[in-house]
């Protein structure tokens, strides 16, 4: 079955330290990956996305993402952490959805604690 | 550029009772999603339109569930009659297309919070 995995719950980092919110996929084909960021009282947000090429994808908020095929993982980081970032964190793949089109499934979440 | 639109944000009822949502996507986003998302877990997809043209509700409850984009553009989603564990914020998101080898990121509304006592 195509599926996503965030193990961790929740993730608890200290302001200025390197983050890493871990996701694994499971889908048949290349995979089409994700990562989406959810406020409080407000609708995801698309932070970045792996396709081809370069294992490592930057987006938007000085977050990247790197592609492992091997491990099937998609893990996200950043190299400094903002109290900012206290969010919750959706890893989502692209599958082959009824009647052949595409759609996105989202794992459990993370939630994102960075502490001053 | 106009983000996705939804009202309203909140909406209390009682189970049995019927509720409608609305959603606006981005003009000229052809792909319109509405998902559920219970508390502490990730969206669930319940019913995807390709302009007004449903591509999937395999994961729409049918009996009480029910949505349509009329004319491409606008759509609502209606449950009738509410359960208590319909009780969850319902998110529209709107993409330029899925097809083929697209991979359109989905923008999202701010959602509805639903609550049914």
């Known amino acids: 079955a195509q599926s996503v995995a965030q193990p961790e719950d929740q993730v608890n980092v200290a302001e200025g330290n390197p983050l890493t919110v871990k996701c694994t996929y499971s889908?048949?084909?290349?995979?089409?990956l994700f990562w989406y960021v959810q406020y409080p009282n407000r609708g995801l947000q698309f932070l970045l996305k792996?396709?081809?090429?370069?294992?490592l994808v930057k987006g938007s908020y000085g977050f990247e993402a790197e592609f492992n095929k091997s491990q099937t993982s998609f893990h996200l980081k950043k190299p400094s952490a903002l109290v900012s970032d206290s969010a919750l964190y959706f890893c989502?793949?692209?599958?082959?959805?009824?009647?052949?089109?595409?759609?996105?499934?989202f794992g459990s979440g993370t939630r994102l604690s960075i502490r001053p | 550029e106009a983000g996705v639109a939804q009202s309203p944000r909140y909406k209390i009822i009682e189970k049995r009772q019927s509720v409608a949502f609305w959603c606006n996507p981005i003009?000229?986003?052809?792909?319109l999603y509405w998902y559920q998302q219970i508390l502490g877990q990730g969206p669930k997809l319940l019913i995807q339109?390709?302009?007004?043209?449903?591509?999937?509700d395999s994961q729409l409850p049918k009996d009480r569930f029910s949505a349509e984009r009329l004319k491409g553009v606008d759509s609502t989603l209606k449950i009738q009659p509410a359960k208590l564990e319909d009780s969850a914020v319902y998110l529209c998101?709107?993409?330029?297309?899925?097809?083929?080898?697209?991979?359109?990121?989905?923008?999202f509304g701010p959602g509805t919070r639903l609550t049914v006592l």
């Open positions: 889908v048949s084909g290349n995979p089409y």
């Open positions: 998101a709107s993409s330029l297309r899925t097809s083929g080898r697209s991979s359109n990121e989905q923008f």
């Open positions: 003009s000229g986003h052809a792909t």
């Open positions: 339109f390709q302009n007004n043209g449903v591509v999937d």
């Open positions: 792996y396709i081809t090429g370069d294992n």
């Open positions: 989502a793949v692209r599958v082959s959805g009824y009647s052949s089109a595409s759609k996105i499934i």
